[in-house]
């Protein structure tokens, strides 16, 4: 150990003799080390943004539902004859973070045509509290929590079945007690998901309005449905079910997996190619200095001596450039936190429809912990495997050198 | 042809890239490898868009729809067009491979076993046929035939959920022409297994003759339509169509237009295309810089030597860019070679990505998202690929030959 600072100190000034390379080196080490940190973070936040943006609006993070309402292998089916109540919450502060709804698979009748809907009874008040709804409905109003019998419905729906704002329709569909359920609601406003599918299969009512066309008792609903995004831990509930977004809407998560797994691919090829060209201009650099090595060897120094200096001369270059794509990596984060940036740029200036809805989010980047220790490992053992030719070629060459 | 001098030059240049084999070999290697890797990804989102496009596609979506103004405007369906022979050769190209005429009809089923919005097509069977391949995924019974009164053909699911057989009846309500709600009995005489289960509940088939009696209340005889579902290659046909419909007052849709959320996906993936394609361009063009310059400027004794017995800036200039040349020639056949290779045994045995979602078959938007994805290789890609690789390699080298040229005007 005695002999390394020395060591450090002879890597270092070599390092510094060619100093545009190393500077090119160190640069395009350190852009790939900051890109692929702010990709990562991108892709991270760019996922959470765009599914909170996503999950806010309707779905929510998590359904509380009687066990036998959702089907056990293919969660799109329910049973709409499984009910629950309050009372079934053990926990009462899940009723503050969640809302109550009722879903009733209905037709609605227009004057010259009758289509196929999922009519939701909604809690006004608690939706507007809790979800992004009611910025969706961009002609007539959301619905009013005091009123009833009244009916939001999609663009798409409504100019299919020639009604408008105003007008009334016919909902006739099956109750729970195995009556005709039929009822005349007005509507008061027209969702806007920007031509998604959901615009012709989704309506709106008031919660009472839903729980009297159903023949349901006043205690009784569907589903809670929890908005509560920071919630890690599910609930356990007995006699319920919790149902997460992503057993709902495999769909979803499938697309957002995909993008992060992809990402993450992206992440590998940068880190191969750059190792790749690291490789090359690390061999040219070792091979140009052949004939120093030798001279090295003939006034007495070790072969592994020569190896080490040449090995602390890649750790210096790698660390740094690796501490300089950290702070590049984690600046351009930063901005693009304060700056988000709007994902629509992939698309041409479209928006961006997810499950049936638009969504229109704004990145903001958020920094992953992790990423700032995976994305340095990654780089180092790259960075070795590098290295193992050009030195092994150096050691080979430096034993004939006497 | 090439003169004696050039020629001299392009022989000058080759031997120098050999006299350093094994670093031309790791330049163009590198060159190649990163081609392949982004090669690869294109191919891999153009085989994953492309089968994602036959999947809206063959939601009876088709390629293009032609769409009477009425019903383009509010899926009305009361106002049919005849489909001629004024319309139909409207539509004869070799470009268009099918032309279906539909009449289209929202109608619901309500049993106990529960209730469903389905979509009546009323197709013309013979023209239908060349559009979709259900006629040969009729699983129990047989398809529709021009004469045939109110028969039914529906989807699997469908069937299994009403618990429906072939000879069943099914009770279909539907509001008529003049809005009056109506329920008629049809007979099941197919069931077919094709495409999603959402296509399956949803896509019923009747013959004309069946849907006009339904909703006119009387067959006129003639062939009608609200919509000619059109299939082509690909969307590049759209101008075709666009002119051919432009003396009349129909409408045209493609399947973007009608499935918005794909068609975004598909932008998506593009975009993502693009946005790593600049990636990994930049990143190569640093890395090989560096290996470039140093090959350059380790021969600049050689340059001055050259320069002080008569040759001239730009001969070196020359040779530099037949250098270039050589590698891009190299590095585009060793990296096509490589594509071939590679995405010629993916495009037929696929990658299996059902892993993300558990090996359960995922739907969205109405249609099936492929589970095994086989990139294609085109022509474009190859294309791209020798772009690619000479812009990637001529940024370099220029960059480099102009400083060591620099450095040698110095030293003189």
Redesign the interface.
Known sequence: MKGFPFLFKFSYRNLWRAPKRTLIMLLSLSLGTGFIIWDLNFANSGSKEVMKDFLNQYAGQYHITNVDYYDRVNKKEFNNYRTMSDNQIQDKNLLEKSTKRITAPVFVSGEKKTLGVLLTGLDVPKELKLTTLKSAVTIGSFLDPQGSKEIILGKKLAQRINISVGDEVAVIGQALDGSVANELMKVVGLLDFGGGDLEESLAFTQFQTAQELMSMSPDMYHQRVSFSVEEENLPKLTGLAVTTWDEILPEIGVSVRFIDNFTWIVSFIIVLVISLGLSNTLMITFFEREQEFQCLNIIGAKTSWVAFSLMIEVILLGTTAIFIGIILGHAATTYFYHFPINIEIFTGGKPIIMGGMIIKPLVRLYPVMSYYWQVPLLIYFFLSTTMIYPLVRVINRSKNAI | MVNNESRYLFKFAWKSILRNSG?SF??G??VS??VV?AVWVVAFFDGLNSQIEKAVVNTNTGFFQVQDPLYY????S?SPREYGQDISNLFVDSKILAKSPELVL?G?I?TPE????LLVLGVEPELHKRLMPIYKKIVKGNFLEKNDEFSIIIGQALAKIFKLKVGDQLVL???DKI?E?RSEILNVKGIYHYNSNGFEKRYVYINQKSWQKLFLNHDTGKILFNRITINTKDLLAEPLISSAIKPTDLKLKSWKNLN??MA??L??HD??IR??FI??G???T??????V???WQ?RLKELKMMSTIGVSLSKFWKIGLYEVLLMTGLSGIFSSLMLILIIGTQSARGID?RF??DG?S?????IK?PGIIYPQLSKEQLLITFLFVTLVLSISYIYSIYSTLKKLKEER
Do not use: K
């Not at chain 2, 640093?286 to 290996?291: G, H, Q, S």
């Open positions: 670093r790791f330049i290697f590198s490898l990163a890797i405007q509010s899926t009305d009361s929202d619901n309500s529960g209730a469903m919005g309500n539907y509001q809005g709600l918005p959320e975004v996906v932008e998506f975009g993502m946005f790593f990636i990994i930049l990143t190569i640093m890395t090989i810089l560096t290996p310059r140093m090959l380790e990505f993300l979602s359960v995922i739907e969205r938007a109405g998202l």
